[in-house]
């Protein structure tokens, strides 16, 4: 399903009118300016997700692209950036889907893709984990790999609580950049 207006203006979370800050992102420091998804992590979305990431179909990073174009404007940004995979899990996967996704929105909409983030330690998967335990487990788990332009949109595959595209992004704010924009093919709605 995809999501739609009224949406929270800071993280996208859909709700009855629109607000600047919902309870979900009311009374955090979020280092990115806005997030949007294009659809909602429901039960269809979450098989397509798990065939892309756990089952090999790379090819499902061109459809999740074409949705997100379909659904989001173009980021008046000067480049995408990616959530960095685990190596260890890209190993597994034998892929790393957020920079797959990064690379089709930037032929898309035009825009170049840079590694603008690094992994400085690796973290326990984040499913399973309440809101508090996302943070900590993400927090400090990014640094930046280089210097960033000053808009940057971050892309990630799934936005479930925000924490690991909140990490990311604090990354992208030391490496120079002043607005960070968020992207997701999918949102978690609670």
């Known amino acids: 399903m995809r999501l739609a207006p009224p949406l929270c203006d800071r993280c996208g979370s859909p709700g009855a009118w629109p607000i600047r800050r919902c309870a979900e992102c ?83 909409w035009e825009l170049p893709v840079e590694p603008l983030v690094r992994r400085v330690r690796t973290v326990r998967p984040q499913r399973g984990l309440g809101l508090k335990e996302r943070r900590g487990n993400v927090a400090g788990a990014f640094a930046p790999a280089r210097a960033s332009p000053g808009l940057v949109c971050l892309v990630d595959d799934v936005y479930t609580s925000g924490a690991t595209v909140a990490a990311a992004a604090s990354a992208l704010r030391k490496g120079g950049a002043r607005t960070v924009e968020v992207v997701t093919f999918a949102r978690a709605v609670r």
């Open 26 to 108: 009311r009374g955090r420091r979020l280092s990115f300016a806005s997030a949007r998804a294009a659809i909602v992590y429901d039960k269809t979305a979450r098989k397509l997700v798990s065939a892309w990431k756990e089952r090999g179909q790379r090819h499902l990073a061109r459809l999740a692209a074409a949705i997100i174009v379909e659904s989001l404007a173009r980021p008046p940004v000067a480049a995408l950036a990616f959530v960095p995979a685990d190596r260890d899990r890209s190993l597994e996967r034998g892929h790393r889907p957020a920079e797959s996704l990064a690379r089709e929105l930037g032929r898309a």
